[in-house]
């Protein structure tokens, strides 16, 4: 059974400051990874897709890598900035689930203050 | 439609009572998901469909849960006989099809409340 754990569960952190945050998952047959952003009572915004050919993925201040073989992703945020407050989530495609699900971890939910 | 719709926003629920939660997907996403997120978790899988199969309810918690899609289009999610422990939001997910390339676009979520 797949299993996601996101770490840390919380992190906060002054702006400008460069952070990671790392995922791991249990069964490396994965067919993607996705990390999501989540604000207070609101739904997912999708950030970065890493099919499990690729080895990272980028979008503006965001990098996302992934490590299929040793069951890790990282998200690297630059230059961190207040309006970065949010949880952030990790789920992953495949392995072990049939295919069809996606599995999330907890989240590690993040606050930059100003 | 430009994204995922969920209705209602927000519904509190009288213990023992049925509801019905609404999800319209992206126009010509073929693959719909539910989920149940409770507070501080991630989203919990409760069933997929492709098109109007559902392909997978493993994650329904109870046969208080149902889940359909006759037309390939909106779905809805019932809850039947509602406790306490169905509090959560239900999200809604929708994608272009069952390829692995695509990923999800979430909807805002029903606020469940069982009081």
């Given at each position: 059974k797949q299993e996601v754990t996101q770490i840390p569960a919380a992190l906060s952190v002054p702006e400008g400051e460069n952070l990671v945050l790392n995922c791991s998952f249990t069964d490396s047959a994965i067919y993607n990874l996705q990390w999501f952003r989540q604000d207070p009572g609101k739904g997912l915004t999708s950030?970065?897709?890493?099919?499990?050919?690729?080895?990272?993925?980028?979008?503006?201040?965001?990098?996302?890598?992934?490590?299929?073989?040793?069951?890790?992703?990282?998200?690297?945020?630059?230059?961190?900035?207040?309006?970065?407050?949010?949880?952030?989530?990790?789920?992953?495609?495949?392995?072990?689930?049939g295919g069809f699900k996606t599995i999330f971890g907890a989240g590690t939910r993040l606050f930059v203050k100003a | 439609g430009a994204g995922v719709s969920q209705s209602p926003r927000y519904k509190v629920a009288k213990r023992g009572q049925d509801v019905?939660?609404?999800?319209?997907?992206?126009?010509?996403?073929?693959?719909?998901?539910?989920?149940?997120?409770?507070?501080?978790?991630?989203?919990?899988?409760?069933?997929?469909?492709?098109?109007?199969a559902q392909l997978d309810k493993s994650g329904l918690p109870s046969d208080r849960f149902f889940a359909e899609r006759p037309e390939g289009s909106v779905s809805t999610l019932k809850i039947q006989r509602t406790q306490q422990e169905d509090s959560a939001v239900y999200l809604c997910a929708s994608s272009l099809n069952g390829g692995t390339n695509y990923g999800y676009t979430f909807g805002s979520g029903t606020r469940l409340t069982v009081v």
């Open positions: 950030l970065l897709l890493i099919q499990s050919s690729q080895r990272e993925q980028t979008s503006g201040r965001l990098n996302a890598s992934l490590d299929k073989s040793s069951g890790r992703s990282t998200l690297y945020i630059a230059a961190s900035q207040p309006g970065d407050s949010a949880t952030y989530l990790c789920a992953v495609r495949g392995g072990g689930t | 019905a939660l609404r999800c319209d997907p992206i126009s010509g996403h073929v693959s719909l998901f539910w989920y149940q997120q409770a507070l501080g978790q991630g989203p919990e899988f409760l069933t997929y469909f492709q098109n109007e």
